[in-house]
């Protein structure tokens, strides 16, 4: 019997998933005494292959590496929303927002340093025609005038046009990455809210608001150890999203110390399922949360669009140990603390 479009989403997410590296990989990896090594393991070991088996392992940077992986994981998702976009649907166009924010936050990130001529190197041209960005016109941008300029007529230059710096002023851009990211996340709730069945709406609503509340919690926790902020200017730095009451947000930013503030997040929905992790592990205490419980989605959820989304961030997570185990293999790093920095 042929699958309609629903099936064939979470068949094909689940088949995708089923490739992922293994812990046995990990290790192998972990164990590598070279970028050169991690690489070959990678094109000989893993699905990675079908992306990297023109590559000479010796010669490869680091830059355009990460490009590549990053581009294999982009196309993934481009063929499962081929079949999630047949639906009607506009969930690809939230994975094709997330990879403009990417792309906007890393060339604010050069332009801050006075390093705006090295996008060019990193400019991934596989997204050229998924974006409606000139990323080419932004490689030639010199200062933050210009860069408002090469966005357009669109949403993304009336928001960042708010975060011009005052002459030789320094670039907000963890304010200009909430702002995207809210916009992001609001024209997803957006979309939701159009869907026809109301479960579905209930099972993605849940989703988002569980992945909205795992990064303010942590957000709360690395704001409160690392920085002085007023209760107030921490809520600030929060996604106006999620289950958590905004009495208990503000009972967060006002906590005195780690064990009241602990305290406070075990008492609501999300932070019984992390009341058990260390409070040392709290800046990667959102992608962790957020891992396990997307896995389990891909496990059990009937939802394609659910399934779709916790593919997603799942690759994510797998994208991220790799990197990390390159910076941890090219800087000599000991292997048990490469492992602990895994999310997995």
Do not use: W
């Not at 993934?76 to 081929?82: E, I, N, P, Q, T």
């Not at 506009?90 to 792309?103: G, K, L, N, T």
């Not at 602990?262 to 008492?267: G, N, V, Y």
Request: charged share 30%; aromatic share 10%.
């Amino acid at each position: 019997m042929l699958l309609n479009s629903s099936s064939a989403v979470i068949a094909k997410a689940r088949s995708k998933y089923g490739k992922r590296l293994t812990s046995k990989d990990y290790k192998a990896l972990i164990k590598c005494n070279s970028v050169a090594n991690v690489v070959g393991y990678l094109k000989s070991h893993t699905y990675y292959n079908e992306i990297l088996n023109k590559v000479n392992e010796t010669e490869v940077h680091r830059g355009h590496l990460e490009t590549l992986l990053k581009q294999k994981i982009f196309y993934d998702y481009d063929s499962l929303c081929r079949y999630e976009m047949s639906e009607g649907s506009h969930f690809s166009e939230f994975i094709v927002r997330r990879y403009e924010i990417e792309q906007l936050i890393h060339f604010l990130l050069l332009l801050s340093c006075n390093k705006s001529e090295e996008y060019i190197f990193a400019l991934p041209t596989y997204f050229d025609k998924h974006t409606e960005i000139n990323l080419y016109r932004l490689s030639m941008c010199k200062d933050y005038d210009s860069f408002i300029d090469a966005l357009g007529k669109s949403e993304y230059q009336e928001i960042l046009s708010h975060f011009k710096p005052a002459e030789n002023g320094v670039i907000d851009i963890a304010g200009a990455e909430n702002a995207l990211n809210i916009y992001s996340y609001k024209e997803l709730y957006d979309a939701i809210s159009k869907r026809k069945s109301k479960k579905e709406k209930e099972n993605l609503k849940a989703l988002c608001d569980s992945i909205n509340d795992f990064c303010n919690i942590s957000r709360v926790l690395r704001l409160k150890k690392y920085y002085s902020l007023t209760p107030q200017q921490i809520k600030s730095h929060l996604l106006p999203f999620g289950s958590i009451k905004n009495s208990k947000i503000d009972d967060m930013c006002n906590a005195k110390d780690s064990d009241e503030l602990f305290d406070i997040i075990s008492t609501t929905r999300v932070g019984k399922r992390i009341k058990n992790m260390e409070i040392e592990k709290e800046e990667r205490l959102s992608l962790l949360s957020r891992y396990n419980m997307c896995k389990k989605h891909l496990y059990y959820s009937s939802d394609p669009a659910v399934v779709l989304l916790s593919y997603m961030y799942v690759s994510e997570a797998e994208l991220k140990n790799i990197i990390t185990i390159i910076e941890g293999v090219r800087y000599n790093s000991k292997k048990e603390i490469i492992e602990s920095l895994l999310i997995c």
